[in-house]
Structure formats: structure tokens, C-alpha cells
Nanobody, 120 residues
Framework: QVQLVESGGGLAPARGSLRLSCVAS?????????MGWYYQAPEKSRELVAT???????NYADSVKGRFTVSGDNAKNMVYLQMNSLKPEDTGVYYC?????????????WGQGTQVTVSS
């Protein structure tokens, strides 16, 4: 089994910054192909924020381009999200996600989520 544990959420003012971290652990980690972040606003569905592949390719939601930066550390099985110029609409629960390949099968794992609240 694989566990993802997020940290770094909290309360920030508008135009402030937060940094989220996520570490993957467990005996079943064979090959992490991609890690990233999704967020879920109250009464909304979960949405992509940013992802990064093991090769370093990144993908961002349009709403966070230029403000958020995703990075990873393959050796530590970690992914980070630097969130700058925060807006109240960034408020929500942020979930770490990992796609891990075992043989020919990809498995998807989720963290428990960390709350981010941006005050106006």
C-alpha cells in the first residue's frame, strides 16, 4: 500500500503565499510516474491544480498559471506546490495525487487533503 501525506496548508491573506508538501511512502512504491495537486472548493468537484512527471514536465490549470509552481524530488518521493499571489477563490481542500506504475498497471493514490483558506 502507498500513503500520501500532505502538509503546509493553513490560513493566508489575499496576495499572500503558502507552500504545500506531499510525501509518498510505502512498500509498494515501484515507479512514480506523476505527482500533483488537485483542489476541491466547497460544494464543487475536485479540480486539477498542477502536476509534474518524473521527467520534470509540468501542467497547470489556467487559473493558477503564473502564480503557482509545482516541483518534485524524485529521490525523496515528494512533490511541492508553491502558491503565490493567493486569491480568496483558491480556498479549498488540496489533495496530493500520485500515479504509480507497477508492471503494466498504473495505480492512483490520494492524500487525505489539507485545507487552504485565503482571506480577502
Amino acid at each position: 500500500q502507498v500513503q500520501l501525506v500532505e502538509s503546509g496548508g493553513g490560513l493566508a491573506p489575499a496576495r499572500g503565499s503558502l507552500r504545500l508538501s506531499c510525501v509518498a511512502s510505502g512498500r509498494d512504491i515501484v515507479s512514480i510516474k506523476l505527482m500533483g495537486w488537485y483542489y476541491q472548493a466547497p460544494e464543487k468537484s475536485r479540480e486539477l491544480v498542477a502536476t509534474i512527471t518524473s521527467g520534470g514536465s509540468t501542467n497547470y490549470a489556467d487559473s493558477v498559471k503564473g502564480r503557482f509552481t509545482v516541483s518534485g524530488d524524485n529521490a525523496k518521493n515528494m512533490v511541492y506546490l508553491q502558491m503565490n499571489s493567493l486569491k480568496p477563490e483558491d480556498t479549498g481542500v488540496y489533495y496530493c495525487h500520485a500515479r504509480i506504475r507497477d508492471g503494466l498497471v498504473d495505480y492512483h493514490y490520494w492524500g487525505q487533503g489539507t485545507q487552504v483558506t485565503v482571506s480577502s
